[in-house]
Nanobody
Framework: QVQLVESGGGLVQAGGSLKLACTAS????????MGWYRQAPGKQRELVAL???????NYADSVKGRFTISRDNAKNTVYLQMNSLKPDDTAVYYC??????????????WGQGTQVTVSS
């Protein structure tokens, strides 16, 4: 079964950094888009960052200049480097990916979520 396994979450003080990683495993033909969403308690889930198969990136305005998304196709992994963290960044972060299951079947998958807590 296809899985997205996340790591790197934790508790950090404001101004600190964390690096999240998400690795896709299972019967995957190839990887298209990958990205990160987050959801804080009582708030809508929002797109944080996205990276296409061609390497084009997109960021939420709230994280531009602080977060960097990257991917390592050989490792089936997407990363989110988070710098200058703020308390407002506190949320559950979810890995998201468009995966080719065969040469013509493209489907979306979600990771289990990893908690990021930024203290004041």
């Amino acid at each position: 079964q296809v899985q997205l396994v996340e790591s790197g979450g934790g508790l950090v003080q404001a101004g600190g950094s964390l690096k999240l990683a998400c690795t896709a495993s299972g019967s995957i033909f190839s990887i298209n888009h990958m990205g990160w969403y987050r959801q804080a308690p009582g708030k809508q889930r929002e797109l944080v960052a996205l990276i296409t198969d061609g390497g084009t990136t997109n960021y939420a305005d709230s994280v531009k200049g602080r977060f960097t998304i990257s991917r390592d196709n050989a490792k089936n992994t997407v990363y989110l480097q988070m710098n200058s963290l703020k308390p407002d960044d506190t949320a559950v972060y979810y890995c998201y990916a468009w995966l080719y299951l065969d040469f013509k079947t493209l489907k979306t998958f979600w990771g289990q979520g990893t908690q990021v807590t930024v203290s004041s």
